[in-house]
């Protein structure tokens, strides 16, 4: 029973009194209410953008137990348990394939009762496994592990579940471990988010884009910015501007991937979006469409009746400022192409300011080539078109800066 491409494995037990037979299942949780701090981990976008640790999370959380045999009997497990105080459950392994688990709670409840060392000590173990075992791959990610934990009923979370490499036993984990790490995991998450927003700040953001890069993956980093934020402050007030801060954290969280994509805050009015999603670029066109139409919302009629408003410098002469827009700076980065999230963001920052060149909502692509990198062919863009304004007009604006070598 090897699984060499399965991460995640609910087994139902043998039935009693057969020779040992199962199916195996591939478990999608549905996200059900279950232990609610890893329900809010399982469920929480901020939380489950914090950057994985480079090393395999189960790595650390594997507890080695020796496992038994399927054939063993009874009286042998309900023996390990009376020696073994702190041993709740043990696993049934056969060939190196994990069959289930034994609880604790079961096995002396049932063997406790009179006569039933007489009638059941000398019966295979398999008999008291529990009707369905987690069983979960060393690569499995924490959000993941999680997302299954509250799926699973609540003799499953008390016993533990198994952990496999490519179907063989590994070891067990327990739900303590689990719990210990989702809540150092929303520390980190509380110490590095923006105040305002929630989202990830500076640290977070950082770390992601090393740790893309350091693992050779293709991803887009789109660095968003608002024009004409400030005068807006100044004639709204910064009740609103804070509004239009939390407004557009929710538009450009709800444009990514949940599970591929990553949302930060800067801080300011500056936001990063890190894509590696294939479609990262219409992505991007309807973060600017729904910020477009969302932004008008906080304008008086009059002044979007006439496409901005005036403000007083501090000479004391009247300035007219147009209505606050998106600006996006995207920069692909492919293997080789950056050594670290500096260089990234350095690139990254060079197209914002070219797109805060074009009024009104727009999106600046560079596709300047680094070295023997080629550009992606499959984001070519035209020369030049018409950037997307507040009044709903809408394209995506692409130009070629030209090709370089960086030292």
């Given at each position: 029973m090897k699984a060499a491409k399965a991460h995640i494995m609910i087994l139902p037990s043998p039935c009693k009194g057969c020779a040992v037979q199962f199916d195996e299942r591939f478990a999608t949780p549905a996200l059900r209410p279950?232990?609610?701090?890893?329900?809010?981990?399982?469920?929480?976008?901020?939380?489950?953008?914090?950057?994985?640790?480079?090393?395999?999370?189960?790595?650390?959380?594997l507890i080695k137990t020796a496992p038994v045999a399927p054939t063993d009997s009874a009286d042998r497990v309900f023996a390990l348990f009376k020696n073994n105080p702190d041993l709740y459950s043990v696993p049934v392994v056969s060939d190196g394939a994990p069959l289930g688990l034994i609880s604790r709670y079961e096995m002396m409840e049932n063997m406790a009762r009179p006569y039933r060392h007489e009638l059941f000590g000398?019966?295979?173990?398999?008999?008291?496994?529990?009707?369905?075992?987690l069983i979960v791959d060393i690569g499995l990610a924490l959000a993941e592990l999680a997302a299954l934990i509250v799926n699973a009923d609540q003799r499953q979370i008390i016993t533990g579940f198994i952990i496999t490499h490519r179907g063989d036993y590994l070891g067990m984990g327990s739900l303590q471990d689990v719990v210990r790490e989702v809540t150092a995991m929303q520390i980190e998450a509380a110490k590095c988010a923006n105040p305002l927003t929630q989202l990830p700040g500076n640290v977070p953001i950082r770390q992601h884009i090393d740790t893309l890069l350091a693992a050779g993956e293709i991803f887009c980093v789109a660095y968003c910015d608002l024009d004409h934020f400030k005068p807006f402050n100044d004639v709204y007030g910064y009740a609103k501007g804070d509004e239009v801060l939390q407004m557009t954290?929710?538009?450009?969280?709800?444009?990514?991937?949940?599970?591929?994509?990553?949302?930060?805050?800067?801080?300011?009015?500056?936001?990063?979006?890190?894509?590696?999603?294939?479609?990262?670029?219409?992505?991007?066109?309807?973060?600017?469409?729904?910020?477009?139409?969302?932004i008008r919302a906080f304008f008086r009629p009059e002044d979007i009746a006439r496409g901005g408003y005036d403000t007083e410098n501090r000479n004391g002469a009247m300035e007219s400022h147009p209505l606050t827009a998106l600006s996006i700076g995207a920069v692909m980065a492919t293997p080789g192409t950056f050594r670290n999230h500096l260089e990234v963001s350095e690139v990254a920052a060079e197209a914002k300011t070219q797109a805060k060149k074009t009024p009104g909502n727009s999106i600046f692509v560079n596709q300047r080539r680094y070295g023997a990198q080629p550009a992606p062919p499959a984001y070519q863009l035209p020369s030049r078109a018409p950037a997307l304004r507040p009044d709903g007009q809408s394209s995506v604006q692409g130009v070629t800066s030209g090709q370089g070598v960086r030292s």
């Open positions: 279950g232990a609610r701090l890893v329900a809010d981990f399982a469920q929480g976008q901020v939380i489950r953008q914090i950057p994985s640790p480079p090393e395999r999370i189960l790595d650390r959380l000398r019966s295979p173990c398999v008999r008291f496994m529990a009707p369905q075992t954290a929710r538009v450009l969280a709800e444009v990514c991937h949940k599970e591929q994509d990553f949302t930060g805050h800067i801080g300011g009015d500056d936001f990063v979006l890190i894509f590696r999603s294939p479609d990262w670029l219409s992505r991007c066109r309807r973060a600017l469409e729904r910020f477009g139409s969302e």
